[in-house]
Each structure stands twice: as structure tokens, then as C-alpha cells.
């Protein structure tokens, strides 16, 4: 079985300091319901979309390179396993080369085979790929319970 981690990246035309700036802005991009803060080393926050809820602490921050989210709770309700995520861990990796800044999104943890793989892989795509980009580029995220204007 494969054991690859879920991955996405992304390449946009802005500093690394802004996108490392909207990364933190969690509730513009994936889900307006969050509780906490998303900004430094050891915050605490959890977003919910309706029963799930995943609670993450902030276990490695350096500013505009590196942000790494573990996963201390979650109640994934759909799933037999509610703890899927419980310890997996989220790592954001920014570099800039040549005025291009790269964004890599890994879930450690996340892998083909588990129940959540199919459905957490599109979910990712979509925040990563359409919501987080369309914030960067655009100022305008998709976050899940936050109406059109």
C-alpha cells in the first residue's frame, strides 16, 4: 500500500511574507467558524463545519518559511474512526525564488488507504488550490461558511 502523504502546492506572484500572512488567516480560507488563533507558536484553534471539529496547536512557527499544525483533537463524524486526524500534522513550507513564492501543503498522516483519503484529498485540493490561492491572489477566499458578497 502507498504510504504517500496528502501534498498540494501552489506558485504565486506575492511576497513570502504576505502569503505566509494569509496561511495564518484560516477562518478567510478554509472555515469562518474557528475559535482561537491561528498566528504564532503555540495557539491553539479549532475549526468546525458543523459536528466536525479539529483542534490544532502550533508546534513549529518560523516566520515566512515554516508552519507546522498537530492535530491534538478532532471529531471527524462522518468517519467509523471520529480520531482519524488525532496526531497527524499539517506542515506549511514558503520559499521565493526568482520573484515566484512557492507554497507546500503537507498532511502528514493523511495516506491512501485510510477512510478520509478520497474526501479529505478533494476537500484539501479545494481550500488549498482554489480558496487559499484566490486569497492571496485575489483577496478573497472560499472559507466554508462564509456567504458570497
Known amino acids: 500500500m502507498e504510504t504517500t502523504n496528502y501534498h498540494a502546492e501552489i506558485n504565486v506572484i506575492v511576497s513570502a511574507e504576505e502569503v505566509f500572512e494569509k496561511i495564518n488567516q484560516v477562518s478567510d480560507w478554509w472555515t469562518a467558524n474557528l475559535d482561537g488563533n491561528s498566528e504564532k507558536i503555540n495557539d491553539v484553534f479549532t475549526v468546525r463545519f458543523g459536528e466536525t471539529f ?14 507546522v499544525w498537530l492535530v491534538t483533537d478532532c471529531n471527524l463524524h462522518w468517519l467509523s474512526d471520529k480520531k482519524e486526524w488525532k496526531n497527524t500534522k499539517i506542515v506549511w513550507e514558503v520559499s521565493t525564488k526568482k520573484g515566484t513564492t512557492h507554497v507546500d501543503m503537507t498532511h502528514i498522516g493523511l495516506v491512501p488507504g485510510i477512510e ?3 474526501r479529505c484529498n478533494e476537500g484539501w485540493n479545494h481550500f488549498i ?17 462564509k456567504k458570497a458578497a
Do not use: A, H
Not at 479539529?54 to 508552519?67: A, E, G, R, Y
Open 129 to 145: 488550490k482554489e480558496s487559499l490561492f484566490s486569497l492571496i491572489t485575489e483577496e478573497k477566499g472560499l472559507p466554508e461558511g
Open 54 to 67: 479539529v483542534t490544532f496547536k502550533i508546534v513549529d512557527f518560523i516566520p515566512n518559511s515554516t508552519i
Open 116 to 118: 478520509c483519503y478520497e
